[in-house]
């Protein structure tokens, strides 16, 4: 997580034609950069047509004049650029040899990620693009859509991206899945084909795309026999076996119980937001970390309040019954590369893994903090955003260290809550579908504000203040809510930003500034977090479908403010400039 949005209705296909091939030409479209912005948020449903179920296709050039650029250049320059860098002269030579491996692995995710994100060949597509900054942001977005505009294309040629991405056929229908009957049809690991007589299968990734995980594979083992550390040089080993097998909770399993190892990976499919359809198949992605071992022994305490913290949630006794794992934990890290879905759009600041519910039950999760990335978002975007936004005498209380806590017990606070609805029916993330996303990271948004709520009255967080925490969090609000429609946390910002104005947790003075309101912030936290625990423990996907439509809007008021940030030329998110290069690493 960010820490996309999952729109309801169903589009059919994606593209006007598959053989028109993008060739930057500069025209520009009349469209504000903010007036689409908020065009793309109020778009719910989107609908094209194609009949090929083909999921990666390379189109033919055409001529350059029959492309256009639908945005305001201005738009081009939403993401701030930072080099990627983190101190590697602790670790031994042969770590720097593993790290390289490591980032060679995480490019072949990057590599599929591509072909799960966009019918087009990758190479072919971003060599046609004449235009320099037009190409950069096309590689930002993996496609010509833009990923905080609410997957609206920016480019001529294309209509809006297909809720399925290319997990599912371009034509099939939600009703035809509904009805289909086939093996693994709700897996996390497969790719949903038609064959000739037209009928729905599935193919494991495993087989998919076979050649390209061989060699990551094989790229791991060698890592393997790098490691110094023996819990990652198992972990390497059984996620190298996992991508073949398609099986990865053996990886998983082990990937929990890593508590020393100074270089850390995430690698495989992992999270399935980009897969808006259903929220059922999970996309390729690669962190490579280094672990900051002073923030990461300040943080260690905390995740043993789990259990507690769960039996104080304010719910009905049924909604908080299921206990987190005690085996979770928390560490600060320096990332150093990012591929794939992580690297898509809007940059991860926070991960919290593994998604699968047996591990979470038996041992609970991880929460690894980007420590370098979280600081590059704050400096550059959070701490604008407040000059422009928070009123004066509140300022003050924008911290780094209450954007860090924040941030983090958000993460802490997916193990908190229900997995399995309380119906004994199957999993929270089965019984809301694609809207899983959406409240699931609403839910950590909310559970982490209590979590710091209650720890700090009994005097375990000791840095700073209520207020800090309270002031910080709105700034953040405003931050993430300019990811757009395509994107869970935004959606997620959007429901707390209108409920909380519905409670009076904040008020807006005559000059335009918001100030939190301490007393009501409280009481509109609770609520929201009864609010959301029971739609999740009852399974009430239509419950959850109203309050996406009803309270998931860009209201006009806060669209205004949106294009006040706008014009102070505030960055949306930030870019990588990273690799080997940039580290000092030798190929």
């Keep these: 997580s960010e820490l996309s949005i999952h729109r309801p209705a169903y589009c059919k296909s994606m593209r006007l034609n598959h053989t028109v091939r993008v060739i930057m030409k500069k025209t520009i479209t009349t469209y504000s950069p903010i007036a689409a912005a908020v065009a793309g948020l109020f778009m719910l449903t989107a609908c094209s047509k194609s009949a090929d179920t083909t999921p990666t296709q390379t189109a033919k050039p055409e001529t350059a004049s029959e492309q256009t650029l639908l945005v305001d250049e201005s738009r081009l320059s939403i993401y701030h650029g930072v080099d990627l860098t983190s101190d590697l002269s602790h670790l031994s030579d042969n770590q720097h040899k593993m790290l390289s491996l490591l980032i060679d692995a995480s490019k072949i995710m990057d590599d599929l990620f591509w072909k799960q994100a966009f019918f087009e060949d990758k190479d072919a597509f971003l060599s046609s693009i004449s235009d320099e900054k037009v190409r950069h942001f096309a590689a930002i977005n993996y496609g010509p859509w833009d990923r905080l505009n609410g997957d609206t294309p920016f480019l001529s040629g294309y209509e809006d991206k297909a809720l399925g991405a290319e997990f599912y056929p371009h034509d099939m229908e939600k009703e035809e899945f509904a009805t289909a009957d086939f093996g693994d049809k709700q897996g996390l690991y497969s790719m949903v084909k038609r064959d000739e007589a037209g009928n729905l299968y599935s193919v494991p990734y495993s087989e998919a795309f076979k050649s390209e995980l061989m060699k990551a594979s094989d790229l791991l083992k060698k ?5 110094e550390d023996e819990s990652f040089k198992q972990y390497l080993q059984l996620r190298s076996e996992a991508l073949l097998s398609n099986d990865y909770l053996a990886s998983d399993m082990a990937w929990m119980d890593m508590k020393t190892n100074p270089v ?6 992992i999270e399935s937001y ?3 359809l259903f929220g059922y198949r999970a996309a390729f992605e690669a962190y490579v970390l280094i672990k900051d071992l002073a923030w990461s022994e300040k943080l260690a305490k905390y995740a043993a309040f789990l259990p507690e913290l769960q039996q104080g949630l304010p719910v009905a006794e049924a909604y908080k019954a299921e206990m987190p794992g005690s085996d979770a934990d928390l560490n600060a ?40 990335a979280m600081r590059a ?31 983090m017990f958000h993460e802490v606070a997916h193990g908190l809550g229900i997995k399995n609805t309380l ?5 929270v993330r089965g019984a809301l579908k694609e809207h899983a996303s959406a409240l699931e990271e609403g839910k950590a948004d909310i559970l982490g504000l209590y979590m710091v709520q209650s720890l700090l009255e009994k005097g375990e967080i000791t840095e700073g203040t209520l207020e800090d925490y309270y002031v910080t969090f709105m700034a953040g609000i405003f ?14 910002n959007m429901i707390r930003f209108n409920f909380f104005a519905q409670q009076g947790a904040f008020e807006k003075t005559e000059d335009g500034m918001y100030r939190v309101n301490m007393e009501k912030m409280g009481a509109a936290v609770e609520a929201l977090s009864e609010l959301i625990l029971t739609l999740q423990g009852d399974g009430d996907y239509d419950g959850v479908a109203k309050l996406v439509e009803t309270m998931g809007v860009i209201k006009p008021d806060l669209a205004s403010d949106l294009a006040r940030l706008e014009a102070a030329s505030i960055p949306v998110d930030i870019h990588f400039n990273q690799g080997k290069k940039v580290l000092g690493l030798a190929n």
Excluded: C
């Design 223 to 227: 890592a393997s026999e790098l490691a």
């Design 264 to 269: 850390e990976l995430v690698i495989g499919p």
């Design 274 to 276: 980009e897969d808006q």
């Design 333 to 372: 890290y320096d990332v150093i590369y990012y591929a794939g879905h992580s690297n898509a759009g809007s940059k991860t600041i926070a991960i919290n893994l593994p998604n699968d519910e047996r591990v979470q039950l038996e041992k609970g999760t991880r929460r690894l903090q980007l420590k370098n």
């Design 377 to 407: 978002k704050f400096d550059t975007i959070l701490v604008p955003i407040a000059d422009t936004l928070i009123v004066p005498e509140q300022r003050e209380h924008i911290t780094f260290d209450a954007f860090f806590a924040n941030t």
């Design 423 to 427: 119906d004994g029916s199957g999993t």
């Design 479 to 492: 931050r993430s809510v300019r990811f757009g429609a395509s994107s869970a946390h935004g959606k997620a």
